[in-house]
């Protein structure tokens, strides 16, 4: 409760608390209407003209106040939700960019509570409105029940019979809930399925393969079970409701009849009875109120809660390093007996690699399909952290590193890069954000990665916007997209590690060749801070250009050396390189 309303007051202090008081001013009016209409009926009885009148204004004060009240306060606090559904999506896109490790990002606990976050924010702003009527509901029927014991203090205990519908309501919620975190990443397969089904960028594809119905089918093989948990939860929920509520509307019109029965019996004013009857029939209509909210209110706290887990598992997995790298790297990176699981899976996808990688080398990781050439990379970005050994930068261990700082101090394409879709300028700009406005810098970093043909092939040069996102935006070739990522990587100015996993795979080998070989001469005399370049690549013709070569398999380093050296030992690495020389001959 407490983080829904910081979160709510932060959005937007002064709307919030203009709504709130003008709720609580409603709350208060309201319940005066029955006893007002006593004095009335005194005042017309005992003929006291001056109280009737009283009375009479008072009514019309009260009843118009408190809707008024009501209305403004709606109008208020609906907007202060409004600017809370931004305030999450803030959060939760600050909450992610902490994780500072991707693995942590994917790991699924995190991702089920981050989709039911996700999926219900839209829901906030109902589910608030309903708390808050519920709570000014609340606040009414202590009023009313103030009123109703000074006449007749047995009335007290009228409220005590909505325990069992608000208990059962509470029950209920949490039932439901747990019902739909279980079945959270049904919900986020079948959904992905679905966005992959209407995806353009998958459009072709899916059409020479004819894969709309092998889409549809295992969309609802997800969905269909998904739903049925969910509705037969649901059915089960309303039905324990109902039964709540009708034991509850029973016992309460019992317990008013009785209760003016004997007010008749005795001594009571006509007024008093009119108001145990007005007031009790309120009383009725604001319990049924609250029980009737009483399931927004527990959804909204459930999905706070689920908020509230997804900060503190950012608050725990958060990196804590404080040091930062020297601008220059003198002698170089070490992993020591480096391991790494991928979270959920049983086999370690690295395994107790030593590697030493001197200032100012190129180094090649070579190695089959899922060898852990990319994982290697990841460890190397910090992205990930090992499971077991270490990584240390001229002796300082990466753990220790503040990892945002760290990473200012790299650069590189990804095997997985993004297309990001803006114009050219800027899709190459994003290496370094704050140069992005600059074409000249943007023209620099296109030459340092020897791609700066890509400004003649496009048809508006550096200003062409990029992908469909765009109205007017083009598509680029693969190898195009591939020169944006590697002029992207380029546009940091002396990063300490440069990485370049497979980034010119789409490239021909001649391209591929001439970039590489750009690289090793530019690493070996242009290089006075002692940047590491590290290359993964499936070409050995470009591999051969390496100061050194690492060969993995099976995530473990086999072999360690030079192009001459590992020929020399006529290892794995000889065999694959004389492979592939044939395979071109
Ligand atoms: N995010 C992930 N979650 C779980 N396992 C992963 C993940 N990424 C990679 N793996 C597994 O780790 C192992 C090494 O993968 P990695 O991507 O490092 O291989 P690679 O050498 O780069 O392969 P490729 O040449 O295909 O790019 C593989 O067995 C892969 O299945
Ligand atoms: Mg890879």
Not at 21 to 43: E, I, M
Not at 460 to 465: N, Y
Not at 487 to 510: C, F, I, N, Q
Request: one cysteine or more; proline letters at 3%.
């Amino acid at each position: 409760m407490r983080l829904l309303f910081s979160t709510a007051a932060a959005g937007d202090p002064s709307g919030f608390r203009v709504g709130m008081a003008l709720l609580v001013v409603s709350a208060v009016l309201r319940p005066l209407f029955p006893l007002l209409f006593k004095v009335l009926v005194d005042g017309v009885l005992g003929h006291h003209v001056a109280s009737v009148v009283l009375a009479a204004v008072g009514l019309g004060l009260v009843t118009a106040g408190g809707t008024a009240a009501g209305s403004y306060s709606s109008l208020y606090l609906w907007n202060v939700w409004e600017r809370m559904t931004v305030t999450i999506d803030e959060q939760l896109v600050g909450m992610a960019s902490r994780l500072g490790r991707v693995d942590r990002v994917e790991r699924r606990e995190y991702l089920d509570h981050l989709t039911l976050v996700r999926t219900n924010r839209g829901r906030f702003q109902e589910s608030m409105m309903a708390l808050l009527f519920s709570l000014s509901l609340a606040l009414q029927v202590v009023i009313t029940v103030v009123i109703l014991a000074a006449i007749q203090p047995l009335l007290l205990l009228l409220p005590l019979f909505s325990a069992v519908p608000i208990l059962a309501s509470r029950w209920v919620e949490s039932y439901v809930h747990g019902v739909r975190r279980r079945t959270a990443h049904l919900f986020r397969v079948a959904n992905a399925f679905m966005m992959l089904a209407i995806d353009a960028a998958a459009a072709g594809e899916l059409r020479v393969l004819r894969l709309r119905d092998f889409l549809i089918q295992r969309h609802r093989a997800e969905w269909w079970p998904m739903v049925r948990r969910r509705s037969r939860a649901q059915m089960f929920a309303v039905a324990v409701s109902a039964a709540a509520m009708l034991l509850f509307t029973l016992g309460f019109g019992g317990a008013v009849l009785l209760i003016t029965v004997r007010s008749v019996r005795g001594s009571a004013t006509l007024g008093s009875v009119v108001l145990v009857l007005t007031a009790g029939q309120q009383l009725h209509n604001q319990i049924a109120g609250v029980i009737g909210t009483a399931p927004d209110l527990f959804r909204v706290l459930e999905l706070m809660r689920e908020y509230a887990w997804l900060a503190r598992y950012v608050d725990q997995n958060e990196d804590r390093g404080t040091l930062h790298a020297g601008q220059t790297l003198r002698h170089g990176i070490r992993l020591e007996q480096v391991s790494f699981r991928y979270p959920g899976s049983e086999d370690e996808a690295v395994h107790d690699v030593s590697l030493e990688l001197p200032a100012g080398s190129v180094v090649a990781l070579v190695g089959p399909n899922g060898a852990g050439k990319s994982t290697v990379v990841k460890l190397l970005c910090g992205l990930i952290g090992p499971t077991s050994g270490r990584i240390l930068v001229d002796g300082v261990d990466v753990a220790d590193f503040d990892l945002p700082g760290w990473r200012t101090e790299l650069s590189g394409a990804f095997q997985d890069f993004i297309r990001l879709e803006v114009v050219a300028r800027e899709s190459v700009g994003a290496g370094s954000v704050a140069q992005i406005e600059s074409p000249a810098a943007v023209r620099q970093a296109l030459r340092r990665a020897d791609v700066a043909e890509l400004e003649r092939e496009l048809p508006h040069g550096l200003e062409t916007p990029l992908g469909r996102a765009f109205l007017k935006g083009i598509d680029l070739s693969g190898g195009q997209w591939q020169k944006v990522a590697l002029g992207r990587a380029m546009m940091r100015d002396g990063p300490l590690v440069l990485v370049l996993d497979e980034p010119t795979y789409s490239l021909d080998v001649e391209s591929e060749r001439r970039v590489f070989e750009w690289f090793a001469r530019v690493a070996a005399t242009e290089n006075p801070i002692g940047t590491i370049t590290v290359i993964v690549s499936h070409r050995f013709s470009t591999v051969r250009t390496a100061s050194r070569i690492a060969v993995l398999d099976e995530g473990r380093l086999m072999e360690w050396g030079t192009h001459a050296e590992l020929m020399a030992a006529g290892g794995r690495y000889a065999t694959m390189y004389r492979t592939q020389a044939e395979g071109y001959r």
